[in-house]
């Protein structure tokens, strides 16, 4: 059975990956992008399918008029994807104040608002799934991403929470948690990267800009198979909580989940020693 997609940042990686796959399967797409014109080679093959619309998630106001837009385009539509976003990477005292709202806006701010503005359409029309792209940051951390990690953690705190609040009415929600992947993710992080003082020379954060542009460490995850593995999420019920995609993911995140458990169980005798007796 066909679906409709609202797919953010369908420009490029995962998001263009995923629509591309959606428009081949027979699906209809309203899909954003950053910049006019990046997927008019989709929207010639698949005019009466591909709707597409500029759209900068810092910007409230055009997040609910881009959603409205969307919906009165094709009636109804199954799947929110908030894929669109950035990696800001650098000490975090390197970080200026803009480059910090604008990831935090970004990755957060606009994902948690588009979805405020297609939940009542989805309940009115009886349900259907929100999915959010995160990243096995989201669970795991690495020095000199401080602010990235931020905005994921806050990314699956949030959803994690919604997917509770919305399943009594119908609506699913997924966290996708990708690893590494052959897209320009990592070339843009390393052209964005802020600035370390000369102290971090050395260090792990001194070092991230050089791992992000060196081209001999190529990811392992493959897009294609990534953004078919969303798609085929959506058709899942219940709708799975998250999704790891990538073996450096999935270790990653295993290795950071029994780190936290065995730091846990060190509170074990003093936690309840703070109750009220």
């Known amino acids: 059975m066909s679906k409709t997609w609202f797919i953010t940042g369908i420009n490029s990686g995962l998001g263009r990956e995923m629509a591309t796959q959606a428009l081949e399967n027979g699906d209809r797409v309203a899909g954003t992008v950053r910049k006019q014109g990046s997927v008019d080679d989709l929207k010639a093959c698949y005019p009466d399918r591909l709707w597409v619309a500029q759209l900068d998630l810092t910007d409230i106001e055009a997040i609910e008029g881009c959603v409205k837009a969307a919906f009165a ?33 970004t990755n957060l701010v606009g994902p948690i608002e588009v979805t405020r503005v297609a939940i009542p359409y989805l309940r ?73 003082p000369d102290a971090y020379n050395g260090t792990p954060v001194g070092m991230v800009k050089a791992f992000l542009s060196d081209t001999s460490r190529m990811p392992v995850g493959d897009p294609e198979k990534m953004a078919s593995a969303i798609l085929e999420s959506a058709c899942e019920t219940p709708a799975p909580r998250r999704l790891v995609l990538g073996s450096d993911a999935f270790a990653a995140i295993e290795k950071a989940l029994q780190a936290r458990t065995h730091e846990l169980e060190t509170s074990r005798a003093i936690a309840p020693t703070t109750d009220f007796r």
Do not use: C, M
Request: hydrophobic share 40%; charged share 15%; no cysteine.
């Open 73 to 105: 385009k094709f009636g109804s539509i199954d799947v929110i994807v908030n894929n669109a976003g950035y990696g800001l990477f650098g000490a975090a005292e390197g970080l200026s104040t803009d480059q910090i709202r604008h990831q935090i806006d």
């Open 124 to 196: 009115h029309q009886g349900g259907g799934r929100i999915i959010a792209i995160s990243t096995y940051g989201g669970q795991a951390t690495h020095p000199g991403a401080s602010l990235y990690h931020a905005s994921k953690w806050g990314i699956e705190g949030f959803f994690d929470s919604l997917s509770q609040e919305l399943a009594p009415l119908n609506i699913g929600v997924t966290i996708i948690e990708p690893g590494s992947a052959r897209t320009t993710f990592r070339e843009a992080a390393a052209a964005n990267a802020g600035s370390a």
